[in-house]
């Protein structure tokens, strides 16, 4: 409950402070740049939680246990969320500075494609009836899906031009000045905190689900 | 079938005059690719859906190591997309006068393709074998992974036609590791798929 409450009011302060302390950063029409507080910790909640759901399929093959399963659909989902959010704020940053919603960018086709899997992983679970070949399929395809994203990281984008202001995208670089650094870690802490606390919550709500159908968990 | 109806479609509506003389690598780069990645979306599903219809996909798990299967299969599919594309590839070439001017980067760019397209489906036919809607979650399966694949294709055989930038053949290297990865993570997850 406290952490919650903690949660909470970080966020709130996170979200006056993106707004009111840290300034608009150079090179950025308006005050567009302040996209970065929201959109760059959507983009990695969702990347940490397609890596968790791979790590959750990952174990599910070796251990069968459905906790591991529960895990893997769980952040698959939000990872789904989190990557659509990411997507929709992009293109209102793109249109914004860009003048289209859309360019096809190395980044916004990667994660064009990401959704397309992981679309096609919840049509494919949805699709085999038996529980236990759901999940092993579901992780199966979500490993082989997972092998092609080095192709996506690495070699699109040398073959095609980007778009992507580059030092925005990794706060390695010290391009922001200290206080919107400060603003974007905070904001990339309570997102991270958010998805922890949601995820959680969607894993016990799929192992009550798991109670009321019979013949799961038994084989 | 779906290939050269495709074909002729495309010829029909976009005859050889009707794109500008600088765009035609690029165009036709995508028209090819999208003509072989889609019959090949058509043709592929049906290799283990077939077994599964004939009733001898449990007699083929009584008789073979999973591996053994999935490597039949995966020539069997590699065969029939060669197949495939030497009587598409040529016809598009000539039905749209596509000029061509580093011949060898473009035959393995095509070749090294095929064997990509029937490394990344092989797997996801044998799953959808085992589903329901098998047609239409072939296509929304297999199109995520082979996109990196087909990306990398159009590139190359744009180059090949205009001729720039092909030593060392890079785009085949590329489809070339595409296809050892593929290969390897079928492998070693194909098992899995297909115990019963």
Request: with cysteine; aromatic share 14%.
């Amino acid at each position: 409950m406290i952490c919650k409450i903690l949660l909470i009011t970080w966020m709130a302060v996170v979200i006056v402070a993106a707004f009111f302390y840290a300034g608009p950063a150079t090179g950025f029409p308006g005050e567009t740049s302040r996209i970065v507080f929201f959109h760059v910790p959507q983009a990695w909640v969702a990347t940490f939680s397609f890596l968790l759901s791979m790590v959750g399929s990952l174990l599910y093959l070796t251990k069968r246990n459905p906790g591991a399963d529960y895990l893997a659909q769980s952040a698959a989902e939000l990872g789904f969320v989190f990557c659509l959010l990411a997507t929709i704020t992009g293109s209102i940053f793109a249109r914004a500075t860009w003048g289209s919603f859309w360019n096809w960018d190395p980044r916004e086709t990667s994660i064009v494609i990401l959704l397309m899997i992981y679309g096609a992983y919840f049509a494919l679970r949805s699709a085999v009836p038996d529980e236990e070949r759901k999940r092993v399929f579901g992780a199966v395809y979500s490993i082989l899906a997972f092998a092609t994203v080095p192709f996506l990281v690495f070699v699109v984008p040398r073959i095609t031009a980007s778009l992507h202001p580059e030092n925005t995208m990794s706060p390695a670089k010290p391009a922001m000045d200290p206080e919107t650094l400060v603003v974007f870690l905070g904001s990339l802490l309570a997102y991270t905190g958010l998805y922890l606390w949601i995820l959680q919550i969607k894993i016990r709500i799929s192992k009550i689900e798991s109670f009321k159908k019979p013949n799961i968990g038994q084989r | 079938m779906f290939a050269l109806t495709t074909l002729i479609a495309v010829s029909f509506s976009i005859g050889s005059f009707r794109i500008g003389e600088t765009e035609k690598p690029f165009l036709y780069a995508v028209l090819l690719w999208i003509i072989l990645v889609f019959s090949a979306l058509s043709g592929l599903s049906r290799s283990f859906v077939k077994e599964r219809e004939a009733g001898t996909i449990d007699v083929l798990r009584l008789s073979a190591r999973p591996q053994a299967v999935f490597l039949g299969k995966l020539f069997f599919n590699l065969t029939l997309l060669l197949a495939l594309e030497s009587i598409i590839v040529p016809l598009f070439i000539l039905l749209m006068e596509y000029k061509i001017e580093s011949f060898g980067f473009f035959a393995a760019m095509i070749i090294s393709g095929g064997f990509g397209l029937a490394a990344g489906t092989t797997v996801v036919a044998a799953m959808i074998a085992q589903a329901s809607a098998r047609g239409a979650l072939f296509s929304a399966l297999s199109f995520p992974l082979l996109l990196p694949l087909m990306i990398t294709g159009i590139k190359g055989c744009e180059r090949a036609a205009i001729g720039v930038g092909v030593t060392g053949w890079p785009e085949v290297k590329i489809s070339l590791a595409y296809v050892i990865i593929m290969i390897t993570m079928s492998l070693l997850l194909f098992p899995l798929v297909w115990e019963e």
